[in-house]
């Protein structure tokens, strides 16, 4: 398989080419000092009939570009070496000193190729050991690292033909060489395929193989609510039901918040599956979805297989309790800090997670509307664990009974209501 320095080494079989011409395509005769090289236009002699070989462009091969992909498996481990897949473009000028020197050499060139429009196996492996191609800017090792590129080897054959290119693409060519135009023709070699030589993993060979007939069910969730009552807040720690249609599969895994359910986790039939909201939720916009898993292959293992869509709920912060009272203890000012409140919330609150306390006074006198407040957490360093018990600050509170809320990450904590007094609870008395 050719290897980095194939294009080179397709240049100088092409050079080959045109100095060893087929029986009765000599050129000596009629100028007898033809020197062939491989040079940008612009550094051609003008004291010798030249005829050169530029190389200018290399594209991707289209019909190659697809071939053994992927290259990496999903640990990132390369699994092959595609080839890198090369069409060639070539200008092919031709250098007079003297009249219809251009037109002779360039009608001898383009016969030589057409002559030859593929490199045999033979001829690449011989244009690259020929003395003739030795000069001094290409000494005989560097011809010897051009074979050793084994343009020869490779699995696709070579090809030239003639390229017929817009003539805006000629002039945005000619235009940086600052020379003059000299008689042209354009070539396209097709194609040189360049592998690298870094070793790769292969798999063993598959010996048997599996095929399934499996109906297909796409499972959909409608909503997800607390499975004793559907009007009841979602809390932590509480059972939840996720409604929908086509739930039930051979095996149904639940994922909610990043944390997979299966098996006596789950209790699941076609349009309800219930469970209980694993701990470590964070309070706030949580994902819930299902997948029915493939249980396939020899022996028997569990892939991934058909997915539901993704249904949000808002998990709610909730005030804990002991006995019948409410966690939350006044902090007298002192020293640098106002009153503040110290509250228990569940599930615990990250560093990052934005908390607020909400305030809104109970039974305020009738000559005026009711105080509301509402105060953040100071920011805690990221490297803090969750913490159950966050310190609200609460600076010029007046005082009064005010009920306690508390929003965390955009979600709030409920409150006791009672028919029909209202909400009466959780609530906390400021002196």
């Known amino acids: 398989m050719s290897g980095n320095l194939a294009i080179a080494a397709t240049s100088a079989v092409m050079k080959y080419v045109i100095q060893n011409p087929f029986s009765g395509n000599g050129i000596s005769a009629v100028v007898p000092d033809l020197r062939v090289t491989a040079l940008p236009p612009h550094r051609v002699s003008d004291d010798t009939p030249t005829l050169n070989i530029f190389f200018y462009r290399a594209m991707v091969n289209t019909g190659w570009a697809q071939n ?77 690292a051009f074979a050793a590129a084994e343009l020869a080897d490779q699995i696709e054959g070579i ?173 007298p000012a002192g020293g640098p800090n106002p009153r503040r409140l110290q509250i228990t919330i569940d599930p615990s609150v990250e560093p990052a997670a934005r908390a607020t306390v909400l305030l809104n006074e109970l039974n305020a006198p009738a000559n005026r509307p009711a105080f509301s407040f509402s105060f953040d957490a100071p920011p805690r360093p990221p490297t803090d664990p969750p913490a159950a018990q966050v310190t609200f600050p609460i600076p010029g509170v007046p005082a009064g009974t005010y009920l306690v809320r508390v929003r965390i990450n955009g979600a709030e904590s409920p409150l006791d209501y009672v028919d029909p007094t209202g909400y009466v609870t959780p609530s906390v008395t400021l002196p």
Do not use: C
Request: no cysteine; proline share 8%.
């Open 68 to 144: 053994a992909l992927p290259s990496r498996n999903d640990r990132g481990e390369r699994v092959s070496n595609p080839y890198l897949a090369l069409d060639l473009y070539y200008l092919i000028t031709a250098h007079g000193t003297r009249d219809f020197h251009g037109e002779i050499l360039l009608g001898y060139a383009m016969q030589a190729f057409h002559e030859s429009p593929t490199l045999p196996r033979d001829t690449i492996r011989t244009a690259l050991t020929s003395a003739s191609l030795v000069t001094t800017d290409t000494p005989a090792n560097v011809l010897a």
């Open 159 to 331: 090809k030239i033909a003639p390229y017929y290119p817009a003539p805006d693409e000629v002039s945005n060519l000619w235009s940086p060489m600052h020379t003059g135009y000299v008689p042209t023709a354009y070539y396209k070699v097709t194609v040189v395929l360049i592998e690298s030589k870094r070793p790769a993993r292969s798999a063993p060979p598959v010996r048997d193989y599996n095929v399934y007939a499996l109906p297909f069910k796409n499972p959909h969730i409608e909503d997800v609510v607390a499975a004793a009552d559907d009007r009841l807040p979602l809390l932590a720690g509480i059972r939840v039901a996720l409604r929908g249609s086509a739930l039930r599969g051979d095996e149904t895994h639940v994922i909610v918040g990043g944390v997979e359910l299966s098996g006596a986790a789950l209790d699941v039939s076609d349009e309800r599956i219930e469970l209980d909201l694993p701990t470590g939720l964070q309070a706030g916009i949580v994902g819930a979805q299902v997948a029915h898993m493939l249980n396939i292959g020899t022996p028997p293992a569990i892939h991934q297989g058909i997915e539901s869509n993704v249904v949000a709920f808002i998990l709610q912060p909730q005030i804990t309790k002991t006995g019948p009272n409410y966690n939350i203890t006044i902090l």
